[in-house]
Each structure stands twice: as C-alpha cells, then as structure tokens.
C-alpha cells in the first residue's frame, strides 16, 4: 500500500518521465493577494473561511460504529441531501396534469427555468461562438506557428525545386544549349508560394476552429434543450437526482467569487455513463450556474446530437492530437481563452467511461493545458472542482461487458442512448452528485512546488517537475472524487451478493450483510445514499429491482434465494466501493497465502515481516489499479492491522505473527472472507497476465534464429493479437477450473497488468512510428524460459517464479494444489493459443 501520491519518487520501480521539449526556466508562481481562503478537500481549517452553513466533523477512520438499528438512516456527513427532481413530473400518463404543468413553466421560463440571473460570465448570447473563433484565428500564437509551418513547408519546396534543377543540369551538362525544364524557384515564387500556403494553412484552422468551438449562442435554445434533458432524466432515474445541499451552496459561493474575479471554474466529474454529460449539465442550470465549457471526445460529433451537444456547451476534441501542431495549437488557444475570460470548463479526469466502476488513471491533456496557461501567467487563477456521479443503475453496463470481453466495440450514440424507447420506460433508481471543496489550482501548485523543492533539486530539467506536478493534480483529483463517492444501494446489495461463499443468499442474511457493509462503510469516513429513515429491507428490496436483470430470485425453496446471473455486469456495481477496502483487502489476500495451507491455528499465520514483504509486492504490482491512502507502505500496514484488530477479523500475538482472531472463525470467516472477494478478481487478473507470457515463447525453429550481432531475434506479436489469444487463454481457463472469475479476463485490467509486467522489464512493448504499424510486444529474452530435451517449455527461470509468486495469492480452487498438474496443463495451453493462427475468432 504505497503513497497515494502516485508522483512520488519513493517507489523504486517508478519509471523516470522522458523530457521531449528543451529545458524551461524553473517553476515559479507567485502567491495571489487576497486569495480567497479555501483549500483542498479533507483539508479544511473550518476558522479559515466562512462556511454557508455549521458541518458536523467527519467520522474518525478507527471509529467502529455500535449502532444495530435496522434503518438506513443518514449519518451527519449525508444529511441535508435534496432531491432537486422531486416534484417534477416525467411521465405524461402518471400524471398528466403534473407534466402540462410542468412544460408549460418551462415554456413561460417560469422561476430558474428563465435561466437569467446564473452565477457567473455572461454566455448564451447572438455571436457569443463567433468572437471565440475570431480571437483564435487572430491570436498570436495561432498565426505565429501558421507562419512557421508555412517557411517549413516553403523551404523544403524550395529545396526540392532546386535539386530537381541541378539534378536535370548534371544529367544533361553535355548538351549545348539545352534548356532545363525544371528550375529553381523565383522570388516572386517564392512570395506568391508563401502566401498561398499561408492562405492554405489558415483555412485548415478555420475548419478546424470551426469544429472545436462550441455554439453556446441561443438561451432559447438552452431552455428547449433543458426541458428535454429534465424529461428524459426524471423517465430514467424515477427516484431523483439528489445533491447535498451544503456542498453545493459551498460550490455556489466559490462560483460567486469566481465571478467577481473572473475565474474559472475547472470542473472534473468521473465518468461512468454517457448520462454523466446531462447531469452536470443539467444541475449548473437547474441551480442557477454558468453552464460550463464541456471538453468531449470527437466521437460524439454525430449529426443532430452533436449540434445539439455544441449547443449546450460541449467542445469536441480529437482523441489523439499531439502529432498535429496546428490543431494542438488551436486546442491550447481556446481552453486559454475560456480560462481568460472566466467561463467555467468541464472535463472528465478519467478521459473515457470507465467499464469497470472503479476510477481509471488521470488523462491530463486539458489539465495541462489549464496548468501552463497559470505557469505562464496568462491565467491569474481558477478554481479546481471534483465531482462524484453516482447511480444506482448504469445504463450502459451490458455493452461495456462485451468490450472488455473483446467484442468490437458498437458507434458510441449518445443520442442513441437518450431516444431509446425501451430505456425510456425502464426505472433505474436515482443519482446521486457530490462536489468535493473546491480549491485555488495556483495555492495547490504552489503548495507542491514549495514540497518538492528538495525532491527535485537533482531533477536536469523543469519538465520532469512540471510532469511530477500535472501527475500530482491527477491523482489528488481522483482521491478528492473518492473521498465525497456515495454508496448506492444497488452497489451494496450487489457487493453482499459477490463477496459470500454460497452461490445464492436469502433475504433476511442479505439484509444483515447489507447492514454491517453499511456499518463498515460509514466507520472508515465513507457515505452511503440518504433514503431518509426508509427501512432496510425496502431499500434493500428497491435495489433488487433496479437489478432485475442482473439478479435472479429461486423460489420453491425452504426460503427464497437471490443470487448472481449476470455476475461480471455486478461487478461493475461492487467495485464502486472497492476504494474504501483496498488495504483490507492486501493485507487479508496476503494472510491468505498461509489461511489456505489449513491445519493448526500456528500454521495459518504469518510474520510481521513475512507479512510486510507480501503486501509491498501485492500493492506495488496493483498500483495502477487503485489510489492508495497517503503515507508510506509501512504506515500504512500498521493503520490496516490496527482497523483490523478492533474490528475484530485478526489478532496479533505476542511474537508479532498475525492471524485471524477467534471470534473471526466462530462466524465462519464472513468479514475476512468479504475483504479477500474484493481484491482475488484482480489477482487472478494479473496472474492471468503473468501466465499469458509464455504465449509469447518462440517455436524451437524461432529460439534458433538469430540476428545480425548473433543474438537470438525477439520474437515481436502484434499487441492486438495478443489481447485476443490471451482473452482465449483465459475463457478456457475458466470453463475449465483454472480461473476462478470470467470477469478476470478483461480487457481494461489486462492492459494494466501488461503494463505493469512492461514496468517491472519482463513484457517489451515497442509503440508504432507511423499510421501503418501498430504497437507490439515481445517476452524480454532475460525471461525467456528454456525447453526441455522433449521440446517443452520449463516451469524452471525467472518467468515461472513470477506466475508463480503472484499464484500464492490465488484463491483456491479445482486442482489448484497439485502444481504440477496445473502447470503442465495451463503451459499445454499456452502453446496452443501460440500456435493458433491469427486473429483467434471473437464470440
């Protein structure tokens, strides 16, 4: 359990950040004069700013909650939540006179409807888009690079024109009088040639001007398309979009300072569902804020829908730009313009909808941007917002399963999604938003330029810190998301479900493990959903509904059984919460490896040292899959086994050897058990990662094969290739014992692994040059493992040792114990799927 500052040069296998651009005068920022006194969430010196309304202090971490009532009711950190769609009526035959109503108020602009008085700079007015796309043309930097690209492009003519002559004079230097039918370029050419180009290069960037910026030109419009977004959004989530109140008026009095100082506000939400751009959009207009600037991938740039989207605020970007100058350029222009002016900017930190639940790696190409315009002191300041979406029912989950399964992906279709009749009609339960504190994005640069000072001092050049700094602001982003993340009901039936040994549970036992879930969340400083006293088994009875399709009820039994049908799509619901359990979950897998052995309570437990090693192995290879409590490993181990000890699940005896306690085993190991069916879908996941390796090994006529220095070639795959065949690997595995969830096969949690065995030197990857190649991989030849006089690959080298290590956490399963026989046969398989031709089919 590592740092959660992931930028930290404390992990030995952090791989150093490669400067690509010449090194850059030092960073420096200047504090600002009466800054307004706000600072970063979790962090807040309640005498340091005006609050809108007295906050309860948050619950202690160790604190273990005594409460055996049988309501959910809302503690003091979700108290004051509102329901801001509660009386608004979405279905006409429900209640007809509600829904005339209700359009007829939007159609007059009746109270917030009118959207007139909103916090913040003025947007939604005739040529509002025009004047932005007039200032990029126009600005310096545009015209600069186009004027550099031109005499680029003009020199290289200009060479070639006069080696086309001098080739054409030196073939023909014996001919008398001959006349050249080529020649170097004039300089009037040269004039009429450079003013075309311009011409030429500026009218690229019209166009593309012209697709980037959004057209935020009509409020009637906004009205329209508001009414429309409240409509589909009361259909769909029939139980509400609600917000805590003292959140959001803490956000409305930043918005107002923001205003007065023309600042923006960032705004990063995560991003689970397409949904996630109405609701935001939705909740600025509802509450009276400036819409924000929305920063959204080009592939919703469809007809109808992406003119809509424009208008609303969104600005379509290109998913890969950084090989065009120009456009980058362009991009870089009009964020800085809209930080210039003030006006409010949204993008999602994670870059693209997770299809996991749980949150991804920080993209950070906006925030860099935002970032240098306040290196440069372009940009005085503005404001960092993170939001977490929660909902008790993505609508998009049965696609995402069959991406990560490797299935080709369908045209993504907002519109699609939004116009779909049979999603219309479904009820999918309710929304839950939070906005963490807002902070001054230059105190927090400030704060870690001053911190890293001496971090740094041996850094060559300023790009390494600028790249440490935008990393830093990633990460904190994500833990700030995690930190006000609310647990939807569906997340805590559907997490119950997975985490018990049987295959089913019956409602009462689901209703008790929901209750201490519940309990176990608030005790470490989480919120669950406010249902305002509502009784347990109704909330717990509600969210079965809105998993209808996900959960299945047996009757005709002693008692009625829920269990799992669908149990990959739940998982997207159970790690949603994963974030609050991860160091349980370390610590408890690595007891594991000694729990499994069984026997006499002495040999189920492990050495504090023993103890210590494992979990620094686990965390580290899973670094990239969570974000990690601040804090070094130790530390953290220490606070973990302490939580664990109160809670009762281990003890530690007077050796310091750790085990689970006896009150733990006399309810049959079910807390313990719940921390280990967190974290072993991951494990057996990166195990999977590790074994699909040997896919890579040559043939014995490959091995033999050796280049130009007389070294054994590296047996290159293409990456796509090797996603496919391993994803086979894996589903053969499954069905046949060796693997313990499907859900281990895919595609997004392979990727990190793969990449994590890149960081450790085992997998090479090698990135494409050019449009026409694509990404490869190859085993690193120091873990090629050897083959026996028989021609079979060996269990013996570096290669196994790891497959094996990451092995000891698995949770135990068909044959799992005999290591040779799961070695011969996983190894059999492996060279199958090698030898197999490519592309292996998809299902």
Known sequence: MASGDSSSKSDPEQQPV?????????????????????????????????????????????????????????????????????????????????????????????????????????????????????????????NELIQKMAENQLDVLIQQKQNAYDTEMSANAGKKNYKAKSRPMRPEDIVARRKTLVAELTAVAKNNIDKLVCDMNSMKFIRFFAFVINNILVRMYHQGIHIKESEFLELRRVAEYCAEKKYSMVVLPCHKSHIDYLVISYIFFRMGLALPHIAAGDNLDMPVVGKALKG???????????????????????????????????CFIEGTRSRTGKLLPPKLGVLK?????????????????PISIGYDKVIETETYINELLGIPKEKESLWGVITNSRLLQLKMGRIDVRFAKPYSLRNFMNNEIERREIINELESTDNVAKAQLLKALGYKVL?????????????????????????????????????????????????????????????????????????????????????????????????????????????????????????????????????????????????????????????????????????????????????????????????????????????????????????????????IQLDSDGQPQLHWVEERVFMEKTQMFGKTLYYQGDLSYFESVNMETLKNGFNRLSDYGILMIKKPTNSKERTKVALHPDFMPSRGPDGRVSTDGALWDMVEHIGTFRREGKNRRDNAAVSSRVLRFAEIVANAPAPVKRE
């Open 479 to 703: 833990a700030d998301i995690n930190s006000v993340s609310v647990v939807m009901p569906t997340a805590l039936v559907g997490t119950v479900i997975l985490t018990l040994r049987g295959r089913g549970v019956g409602r009462n036992e689901l209703i008790r493990r929901v209750e201490w879930l519940k309990r176990e969340i608030l005790s470490k400083g989480g919120r669950v959903a406010n249902f305002s006293g509502m009784e347990t088994g109704e909330v717990v009875d509600r969210a079965l509904g809105v998993l209808k399709d996900l959960v299945a009820l047996q009757k005709n039994l002693l008692e009625p059984v829920f269990y799992a049908v669908k149990r990959f799509e739940l998982s997207f619901y159970r790690n949603q919460l994963i974030h609050l359990f991860v160091h349980e979950a370390i610590v408890a897998v690595t007891m594991y490896t000694r729990i499994k052995i069984g026997g006499a309570k002495s040999t189920q437990q492990i050495s504090h040292v023993d103890l210590l090693n494992e979990v620094t192995f686990l965390s580290r290879l899973l670094k990239t899959e969570f974000i990690y409590n601040p804090g070094n490993i130790e530390s953290n181990v220490e606070f973990t086994l302490d939580y664990m000890k109160k809670s009762n699940v281990i003890e530690i005896n007077s050796e310091g050897y750790v085990g689970l306690s006896d009150v733990e085993r006399s309810i049959g190991r079910e807390n313990y058990d719940f921390y280990c069916f967190l974290l072993w879908p991951f494990v057996e996941t990166y195990w999977l990662a590790a074994v699909s390796l040997y896919t890579l090994i040559p043939t014995a006529k490959e091995l």
């Open 312 to 346: 609303g605020g969104a600005f379509f970007i290109r998913r890969s730009w950084a090989d065009d100058q120009l456009y980058t350029s362009i991009v870089q222009e009009y964020v800085q313009e809209l930080l210039e002016g003030g006006y409010n900017i949204e």
């Open 18 to 142: 490669t400067a690509t651009s010449p090194a850059a005068p030092a960073l420096e920022l200047k504090p600002l004069k009466n800054v307004m006194p706000i600072v970063p969430a979790q962090q807040v010196d309640s005498a340091s700013c005006p609050t809108s309304r007295p906050t309860a202090p948050p619950p202690t971490s160790t604190a273990l909650v005594e409460s055996q009532a049988m309501r959910l009711d809302p503690d003091n950190d979700e108290s004051g939540v509102e329901n801001i769609t509660k009386k608004h009526a979405g279905r006409i035959r429900e209640d007809p006179v509600g829904f005339v109503v209700q359009t007829a108020a939007f159609y007059q602009g009746t109270g917030w409807r009118s959207y007139s008085n909103y916090v913040g700079t003025r947007i939604l007015y005739e040529g509002f888009s025009a004047t932005f796309k007039e200032r990029i043309l126009a600005s310096q930097k545009v």
């Open 369 to 385: 941007i935002v970032m240098d315009a306040m290196l440069t002191n372009r940009v005085q300041d503005c404001y960092v917002v």
